[in-house]
């Protein structure tokens, strides 16, 4: 096996808050270990446009507690081509690239693993992105402070309905998952969740919110997944005036508020433990896998089971979300 001198490290998907943290600790990591690091902009559309940037340690000061990704992050559907692939391939070599760390969610680690199987370059992944639904990891980077982001906002709309006896109908991120919406739900003591691992009877939400209020509360705060499938917070709303027109509803979006900001401490734990152990796994001779962490011990996962499982929300916690909302 060829010695690893020259890592390149980049960013894609949705960025997430932590990433920087991650791309210090690879920088960091890599240099501790007499390495050299390119820094690829734009994701998989910096292989292609030959967007390299050398990174020593001083270029990663102060990045810890910036949000987003200074080596900026893009999606690319050009690299589901293999002539894109190739292209990049070509620029990998010439570079003298020995070996990357992908910092993404599984649309990423897709494209890691097709350059690992078409071309044998070395690739760990390292999962970034706030919805948490990668398989082979308890938390994904940013996940933590997307929930803190929303959990802010829902604090501050409760306020307000309250004031006004209210339902708020408020739409989180996690176009397939519902994690975001279940933490934020139990940490707001939110009245209803709806995410799409679980159907949501809309005629039984209403007799729950019914009760709700001969019970004597004022305010209502549903959180709605983006990936909810009875369709968008609005269209949830519309459906729930329909039944009980003389609620008072308002309908917040939280939208990409939750991708920015400074990460939360357990997001920059995550992210350098993780981006230092994607490199100490590449000069270990490890490649085609992601870099997670489960009960609290860095565990590897073969790419494509990372992108083709499932990860699963526990069903329990949404029961504990229902009891406490009671
Ligand atoms: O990063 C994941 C995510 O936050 C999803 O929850 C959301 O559907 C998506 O990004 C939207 O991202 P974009 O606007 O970049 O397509």
Request: hydrophobic share 40%.
């Amino acid at each position: 096996m060829k010695k690893i001198k020259t890592i390149g490290v980049l960013t894609s998907g949705g960025d997430a808050p932590g990433m920087n943290a991650a791309i210090r600790a690879v920088v960091r990591t890599s240099t501790y270990h007499g390495c050299h690091v390119l820094g690829i902009q734009r994701g998989f559309t910096g292989l292609l446009e030959n967007l390299f940037i050398p990174l020593q340690n001083h270029s990663v000061a102060q990045k810890i507690s910036l949000g987003g990704t200074f080596l900026k992050s893009s999606r690319c559907p050009e690299f589901k081509t293999r002539k894109a692939r190739s292209a990049a391939w070509q620029n990998i070599q010439l570079q003298g690239i020995d070996a990357l760390v992908v910092i993404g969610g599984d649309g990423s680690f897709r494209g890691a693993d097709l350059l690992v199987k078409e071309f044998g370059l070395p690739v760990i992944g390292v999962p970034g992105t706030i919805d948490n639904d990668i398989y082979g990891t308890d938390y994904t980077i940013g996940f933590d402070t997307a929930v803190n982001t929303a959990v802010q906002a829902v604090d501050k709309l409760r306020d307000t309905a309250d004031s006004h006896n209210m339902v708020f109908f408020v739409e989180v991120m996690g176009r397939d998952a519902g994690f975001i919406a279940l933490n934020t739900s139990i940490s707001t003591g939110a009245e209803a969740t709806m995410i799409p691992e679980v159907q949501t009877d809309i005629g039984k939400l209403c007799e729950y919110l019914e009760l709700e209020r001969r019970k004597n509360k004022t305010s209502g705060i549903i959180i709605v997944a983006e990936g909810e499938e009875q369709g968008s917070a609005s269209a949830v709303a519309a459906k729930v005036k329909e039944r009980l027109p003389n609620y008072e509803t308002r309908v917040t979006t939280l939208g990409h508020v939750q991708r920015g900001g400074s990460p939360t401490a357990n997001d920059r734990v995550l992210a350098s433990i993780l981006g230092h152990d994607a490199v100490v796994a590449l000069l270990d001779g490890k490649t085609g896998m992601m870099v997670g962490v489960v009960n609290n011990q860095t565990v590897f996962t073969p790419f494509h089971e990372a992108y083709s499982r499932h990860r699963e929300i526990n069903k329990r916690w949404v029961n504990i979300a229902y009891i406490l909302s009671l």
